[in-house]
């Protein structure tokens, strides 16, 4: 794995939510990690859903997130697959998730997505707001572009 891989992964345990691309419809979805690093992005829906629909049907998609507090920007790109591993439900379950689901975990509309990233596109920005208007401010004063984060182009060596 390389450094900005294990950084994205790093990262993306922060991003509160992002935004699925289901046939050029976009939506927003919290991606969540188990702790096991099983190389997938998990998210709960309900039946019904574009990300449901699309899971069922094992499409791919892209899944793009821009969240400065947790320093990442980008997308992935995958395929969907429903999932019915109990044991990684009940390790990302979360009173959020509880909110959309009157039975809890039992719910009949629950649907459990299993996304794995196959490619894609990071941006990992400065975590600091501080190195970033310094960054800026230097910039500024020698006409140099600022030093604000890292871009790379991944390829997941697990993806299946």
Known sequence: MTDFEKEF???LADVKAGLMDVDGRLFPMTPNLTQDDDGAIWFITAKG???ADAATARKDIRFAMADNSAGLHGYVNGGLSVSDDKDKLDQIWSIVASAWFDEGKQDHDLVLVKFIPRD????LSTESG????FETIKA????EEPDVGQR??????HAA
């Open 9 to 11: 992964w790093k990262r």
């Open 130 to 133: 501080a190195v970033f208007l």
């Open 152 to 157: 790379a182009t991944l390829s997941f060596r």
């Open 140 to 143: 500024n004063i020698t006409d």
């Open 49 to 51: 859903t574009d990300a």
């Open 120 to 123: 894609g596109e990071i941006w």
